[in-house]
């Protein structure tokens, strides 16, 4: 034991309790980053870009790259947004891996499948950014003539992990008590 209530370095418990950690959720991450490195290489070797290939009425496969954030933000500049969008992936992947191992792998599930959702996410489009320089996207859904701007795997976890985070907190709020860190008050 090392004196403190911090598990040491490799460890799996979280809290007291000894239940693991959400860091076992890190493995919903890496099926993301995988799935979405697949599906990008996948497009990149047998569709056209920005040639549309009808999948559904309302869905095509688009090749497309993004060198700026979500719809396009920042893609018209010099090239620094490559570097600022992966420092800032990179902050919030570190973030999101230190808060799992706050929390409980069982208990707190639904967080733990959030945050690796969009860690991984934000993981598989960081690969993208680095090696790259751009965001391989393909999903082109529309209306009526309005199109959605093209997203992949990696944009659907972050926005499905969003939405789990919006359900926990729900979840939370009805329950009558704040968001949970795992890390009980005496």
């Not at 990149?44 to 009425?57: E, G, Q, W």
């Not at 992966?86 to 999101?96: F, G």
């Amino acid at each position: 034991m090392n004196g403190t209530n911090e598990p040491r370095a490799g460890s799996a418990p979280a809290g007291r309790s000894g239940a693991p950690s959400g860091r076992v959720w890190l493995l919903l991450s890496l099926v993301v980053i995988a799935l979405d490195q697949l599906s990008k290489a996948w497009v990149v070797r047998h569709l056209s870009f920005h040639l549309a290939t009808r999948i559904l009425p309302v869905l095509d496969l688009t090749l497309a790259y993004n060198t700026g954030a979500a719809f396009s933000f920042l893609a018209g500049q010099s090239g620094w947004q490559r570097w600022l969008l992966a420092a800032l992936a990179l902050v919030v992947a570190l973030l999101i891996i230190g808060y799992l191992g706050r929390l409980e792998a069982r208990r707190q599930g639904l967080l733990c499948a959030a945050l690796a959702l969009i860690l991984g996410g934000a993981l598989g489009n960081l690969i993208d950014r680095l090696r790259l320089g751009y965001v391989v996207d393909f999903i082109s859904a529309h209306w009526h003539g309005h199109y959605f701007p093209a997203f992949n795997l990696a944009d659907s976890s972050i926005t499905i992990g969003a939405a789990l985070l919006l359900i926990d907190l729900w979840r939370d709020s009805r329950r009558g008590g704040a968001p949970t860190t795992g890390q009980e008050h005496s």
